[in-house]
């Protein structure tokens, strides 16, 4: 039976980021170092973290280690450092101004930022240094498309927003097939999680929905998280088991992956 949860955990944190002044929607990107700085809030019980650099929205989202880049719609994007110690630290880097960001993802090498705009295409962001990110072409978003390979390398999840998701077999590359197609919520962004066994996808006003992929062919929700917002954006740092989410204008939610999957498995 499918669950519904709203999501109140052990380890939750608000970020938001940005700057308050305008920038103009056009192709070419600037890069404008700041001063912002983090503010830390904690409640009693030490359960709850405030994260605050700047008022401001997060359109799409994409960490590679303790990089965060956020999309912030007419503000461009935000570069932030983040510390995985005892508490989740941020610290802004710069910002990456000039464009309208819809949405974010990565690499597959982690050297390069995809920033899709408002016109429909994609700015190409070299971000091997993180305080002078340089802009290098932009590109269709066609050729820049979100997916998630799972690590034995036998299927791709490819985000196709209010299509829903699908879902191929490429474990012959040279004849990718379509095997199956998820269209009963939407699909903006998704990470693989549980040894590829479960998928979050990022559904917009419905929160993050979970799916049981352990047989792709028959992908289907399991649980739904209402966190309230318009989730359009997903990221995971696999290594220290936290997920990054994108929530509109309530800024990005950090929660430590592992209880929110023991919460819904249970």
Do not use: W
């Not at 049981?212 to 997903?234: E, M, Q, R, S």
């Amino acid at each position: 039976m499918k669950k519904s949860i709203s999501l109140i955990l052990p380890l939750l944190f608000l970020l938001g980021c940005g700057s308050s002044s305008p920038s103009p929607t056009t192709n070419t990107p600037e890069i404008k170092s700041d001063t912002k700085k983090s503010i830390i809030k904690t409640d009693k019980d030490g359960k709850v973290t405030t994260i605050t650099l700047d008022s401001g929205s997060a359109d799409g989202i994409a960490v590679s280690g303790n990089a965060l880049f956020i999309a912030k719609g007419k503000d461009g994007v935000d570069v932030v450092k983040i510390g995985y110690s005892d508490k989740i630290s941020s610290e802004f880097i710069t910002a990456i101004k000039g464009i309208h960001a819809k949405g974010i993802s990565l690499s597959s090498d982690g050297k390069k930022i995809y920033i899709e705009n408002e016109q429909g295409y994609v700015n190409v962001i070299n971000i091997e240094n993180l305080s002078n990110p340089q802009k290098e072409r932009t590109i269709t978003m066609k050729q820049a498309q979100k997916f998630a390979i799972s690590e034995d390398a036998n299927y791709k999840f490819v985000p196709k927003k209010e299509r829903g998701l699908e879902i191929y077999d490429i474990s012959n590359p040279s004849n990718e097939e379509l095997i199956h197609t998820f269209n009963k919520a939407n699909a903006y962004d998704i990470v693989l999680a549980d040894k590829d066994t479960k998928a979050l996808i990022a559904s917009g006003i419905t929160g993050i929905n979970l799916l049981d992929i352990t047989t792709p062919i028959k992908a289907d929700i399991v649980a739904n998280f209402l966190v309230g917002g318009n989730v359009k954006g997903l990221s995971l740092n696999k290594n220290e088991g936290i997920l990054f989410v994108a929530n509109g204008d309530n800024g990005v939610l950090v929660y430590n992956l592992n209880v929110i999957l023991d919460m819904i498995t249970k």
